[in-house]
């Protein structure tokens, strides 16, 4: 059985697309990995370069009421294998609307898969019904968190979120950690900020992971080029920290 990620956190533009494609590439590197991308923004499929018109994607597995097995909806790329994602998706909300089943589809479909090692998901900005069907499919959350004042601001909102799902739907459910991202470590904010997040995350039950990601160009420039940090840029400062963030991840139990 695979273990599955999910990066999370409602906050827009934190850096869970950067962290969902980057922790895939380096872990496809060892094993078999999948990449999901939950979100219908998309971001994580068009770093893949991966179709959204005329195959199947997260859509016609989780929503469509034909149930396509998801391993119709792998997409083989360059960088990796990947479920893409499809603006439909935002109509999740509406389509699973008083369906008991709605929340276990995405489940139901990763339980069929059994030659992934490891399974990334990239979730939207928001906490709706594919969160939650992220949440119940999943062994371990990342919350990926920046060093600004605004930090922490929803992370109680999420948490709770989390909890009712260990509760209820997903009792193996927990938090990896929450990781440092886009950090320049130059101001003395970002590193007082650092301190007021580990409290957070001990009073979650969790930790901040002692690898923090630093901040690099060549991450902006990859993503338009279409490459993943390992391929592009596996020097970089961003890179060589999500290498050792993934080794952290790989040690939590
Ligand atoms: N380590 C880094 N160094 C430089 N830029 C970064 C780094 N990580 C993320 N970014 C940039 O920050 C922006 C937001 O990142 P990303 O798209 O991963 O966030 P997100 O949380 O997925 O956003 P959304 O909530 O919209 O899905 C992007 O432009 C990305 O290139
Ligand atoms: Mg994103």
């Known amino acids: 059985m695979a273990t599955v990620f999910v990066v999370a956190n409602q906050k827009g533009g934190i850096g869970k697309s950067t962290t969902a494609t980057n922790l895939a590439g380096i872990l496809g590197k060892k094993a078999k990995t ?11 499929t068009s770093t893949y370069e991966a179709k959204v018109e005329d195959v199947a994607t997260l859509y016609d597995v989780i929503i469509d009421s034909d149930k396509l097995p998801i391993k119709e909806a792998i997409q083989h790329t360059e960088n990796g294998d990947i479920v893409a994602s499809d603006p439909l998706l935002v109509k999740a909300e509406k389509m699973l609307d ?39 499919a999943a062994d371990k959350v990342i919350i990926p968190v920046t060093a600004d004042s605004y930090a922490m601001q929803g992370i109680q909102q999420l948490y709770d979120t989390i909890m009712a799902v260990k509760r209820r739907q997903n009792r193996d459910l927990t938090i990896a950690g929450l990781l440092l991202v886009r950090y320049s470590g130059r101001s003395n904010l970002e590193r007082e900020t650092r301190e007021n997040i580990e409290a957070s995350a001990k009073e979650m039950n969790t930790r901040l992971f002692k690898t923090v990601i630093r901040e690099c160009v ?12 390992i391929d ?14 993934s080794q952290e991840l790989l040690k939590v139990k």
């Not at 999948?34 to 994580?44: F, K, R, V, W, Y």
């Not at 990763?110 to 949440?135: F, Q």
């Not at 991450?219 to 940090?229: F, Y």
């Not at 592009?232 to 050792?244: G, S």
């Open 232 to 245: 592009y840029a596996p020097k970089c400062n961003t890179c060589l920290d999500y290498i050792d963030f």
């Open 34 to 44: 999948l990449l999901i991308d939950a979100d219908p923004q998309g971001n994580s």
């Open 218 to 229: 060549k991450t902006k420039e990859a993503q338009e080029q279409k490459k993943l940090l």
């Open 98 to 136: 008083g369906d008991v089943e709605g929340f276990y589809r995405l489940k139901d479909a990763l339980d069929a898969l059994d030659d992934y090692k490891y399974i990334v998901i990239d979730t939207a900005p928001s906490l709706n019904i594919i969160l939650y069907n992220c949440l119940i």
